[in-house]
């Protein structure tokens, strides 16, 4: 009787550790999956907060329609990353994609080299939000200002740039268009989360327009365009949205 209650005991004692082994092995990969998920969720939300980081413009990929005629630079030169030079006259040109990291290039140029530069020339098809946002508003902190040359293209987040100057210039056959501003992926996440940060990068954008003295009616065109269109600026659009011109806000700042 001992030896068979011994016997139990040890069968008792070893289904209590099986059952904690067993117990602790589903702990651990629900811990593990729990962590991947928000892994996977802080990533996601992460790019969220930078949409549009790449141009999904017509012209530049496989399908929509064709980039304007009036556009002379050519698609290789403006699907690569954004370059920073000085040029003579103090004209420092920017040309190609506006990528993350874009405002830090351009931030490390103006320490360098910005005692030379009066005036900045846009020819890009936009890219990152954020790093337009940071260079229009450098743009205006140090008193530029802002052209886009007959030829050359200024498209999605581009304008945002443009903006900043104190002084604007489109050139006749220079082609400004603005759309829809794109995170890609975003219809394989949340909705939800979609949403919200293309709501808050619009409302973002309409406080800096404003500060710019730009109308924030530009991005209501912008809204209304799909994101794999453009809505291209007519010069009497452009001079009604006081997206041309001189910025009444740094005019009375200099007085």
């Not at 998920?37 to 399908?63: C, F, H, K, M, V």
């Not at 996440?189 to 949403?195: G, K, L």
Request: charged share 20%.
């Amino acid at each position: 009787m001992s030896a068979m209650s011994g016997l139990l005991r040890r069968y008792d004692q070893g289904r209590i550790l099986k059952a904690v082994f067993y117990g602790l092995v589903v702990g651990v990969a629900a811990t593990l999956a729990f962590d991947y998920r928000e892994l996977a969720r802080e990533n996601a939300l992460a790019e969220l907060a930078q949409p549009d980081s790449e141009p999904i413009l017509p012209g530049l990929t496989e399908t929509g329609e064709p980039l304007p005629k009036d556009v002379e630079t050519s698609r290789e030169t403006l699907r690569q990353q954004l370059a920073v030079a000085l040029e003579p006259g103090g004209t420092l040109s920017l040309t190609g994609t506006i990528g993350l990291g874009s405002a830090d290039l351009f931030g490390e140029e103006i320490a360098r080299i910005g005692e030379y530069v009066t005036q900045v020339r846009l020819d890009s098809p936009g890219g990152s939000v954020h790093d337009a946002l940071a260079i229009g508003q450098a743009v205006r902190d140090r008193g530029f200002e802002t052209v886009v040359e007959k030829g050359a293209l200024c498209a999605s987040s581009c304008p945002l740039i443009f903006a900043g100057g104190v002084q604007r210039l489109a050139e006749t056959g220079a082609t400004l268009g603005v759309h829809q501003v794109f995170a890609p992926g975003n219809d394989e996440r949340d909705p939800a989360s979609a949403i919200a940060s293309a709501q808050t990068t619009t409302a973002r954008i309409q406080r800096y327009l404003e500060a710019m003295d730009v109308d924030p009616a530009l991005w209501t065109l912008a809204m209304e365009t799909p994101p794999n269109r453009l809505h291209y600026l007519t010069p009497d659009e452009m001079r009604a949205l006081r997206l041309t011109g001189g910025s009444a806000v740094a005019e009375a700042a200099a007085q």
